[in-house]
Nanobody, 123 residues
Framework: QVQLVESGGGLVQAGGSLRLSCAASGRTFSSYAMGWFRQAPGKEREFVAR????????YYADSVKGRFTISRDNAKNTVSLEMNSLKPEDTAVYYCAADQRGPAQSVGAVDYWGPGTQVTVSS
């Protein structure tokens, strides 16, 4: 079992940057593909970025490609999301996700979720 806790959310002006972190418990962190998802008010939860178990093959939603960077440190059981050039439409609760079988790109396939961290981008 994996427990996930996000941190680093907050309020930022458009064009600014934030770095989200997710700390995972357990000794099997490297057996999970990790992803970030987000959910804006009144909208469904959507995929943002994912990274493979070894830390390679990062993949991004088109809406964040070129602005966000996902990374992980298996020695520290952490996964991060560096967010640059933030836009008001990036405002959402951001969730860290762990997927034991798949690539952590589908909401329905995620095994574990963190509680989420709020990101608000003002215009």
């Amino acid at each position: 079992q994996v427990q996930l806790v996000e941190s680093g959310g907050g309020l930022v002006q458009a064009g600014g940057s934030l770095r989200l972190s997710c700390a995972a418990s357990g000794r099997t962190f490297s057996s999970y593909a990790m992803g970030w998802f987000r959910q804006a008010p009144g909208k469904e939860r959507e995929f943002v970025a994912r990274i493979s178990r070894s830390g390679g093959n990062p993949y991004y939603a088109d809406s964040v490609k070129g602005r966000f960077t996902i990374s992980r440190d298996n020695a520290k059981n952490t996964v991060s999301l560096e967010m640059n050039s933030l836009k008001p439409e990036d405002t959402a609760v951001y969730y860290c996700a762990a997927d034991q079988r798949g690539p952590a790109q589908s909401v329905g396939a995620v095994d574990y979720w963190g509680p989420g961290t709020q990101v608000t981008v003002s215009s």
